[in-house]
């Protein structure tokens, strides 16, 4: 596969937020490769998952895990249904990575309504691709909340 423009990039994480949107869970973890993981950082500053406590830090088989329980129909969290729209924007390609992987910088907002209570997430996402034969893969999802340091409610959904 050729290396993916800025456009292509662009039209995956657009697509990506789309999955999210539709709580189509399975799909979107589809997206990473096997050896993929999802992580938000619970500080700006944050430089590795490893040795700091995160907010989300998810390989595979966690994604699935928390994708299983949002659907579990006793899942006390998700009770109520959770809708989410997200739009992505600011899009660049910041170089690449190990291997040839392409380092993707985007902007976010996130609204999500549960229960009649609303709230807006922002901020910053690192994706880490690889291009196969199948098309873009992520390796690492790295989401920046622009609050990350401050007090949250639990936080159900992927971001």
């Not at 830090?57 to 129909?73: D, G, Q």
């Given at each position: 596969?050729?290396?993916?423009?800025?456009?292509?990039?662009?039209?995956?994480?657009?697509?990506?937020?789309?999955?999210?949107?539709?709580?189509?869970?399975?799909?979107?973890?589809?997206?990473?490769?096997?050896?993929?993981?999802?992580?938000?950082?619970?500080?700006?500053?944050?430089?590795?998952?490893?040795?700091?406590?995160?907010?989300?830090?998810?390989?595979?088989?966690?994604?699935?895990?928390?994708?299983?329980?949002?659907?579990?129909?006793?899942?006390?969290?998700?009770?109520?249904?959770?809708?989410?729209?997200?739009?992505?924007?600011?899009?660049?390609?910041?170089?690449g990575g190990d291997g040839g992987d392409i380092l993707a910088r985007?902007?976010?907002?996130?609204?999500?309504?549960?229960?009649?209570?609303?709230?807006?997430?922002?901020?910053?996402?690192?994706?880490?691709?690889?291009?196969?034969?199948?098309?873009?893969?992520?390796?690492?999802?790295?989401?920046?909340?622009?609050?990350?340091?401050?007090?949250?409610?639990?936080?159900?959904?992927?971001?």
């Amino acid at each position: 596969m050729s290396t993916p423009g800025r456009a292509e990039v662009e039209q995956f994480l657009i697509e990506e937020a789309a999955l999210l949107d539709r709580g189509a869970w399975e799909a979107w973890i589809a997206l990473f490769t096997v050896d993929g993981w999802y992580w938000v950082p619970a500080s700006p500053a944050q430089s590795d998952p490893f040795d700091h406590v995160s907010l989300f830090f998810e390989n595979r088989p966690l994604m699935l895990m928390r994708a299983e329980r949002l659907r579990h129909p006793r899942a006390h969290g998700v009770a109520a249904p959770i809708r989410t729209s997200r739009v992505v924007g600011n899009v660049q390609l910041v170089g690449g990575g190990d291997g040839g992987d392409i380092l993707a910088r985007s902007r976010f907002h996130m609204t999500e309504v549960q229960d009649n209570r609303q709230r807006v997430l922002a901020g910053t996402c690192i994706h880490r691709l690889a291009a196969t034969d199948e098309g873009l893969r992520i390796r690492v999802k790295r989401v920046d909340l622009v609050n990350a340091d401050t007090p949250h409610e639990a936080m159900q959904v992927f971001i």
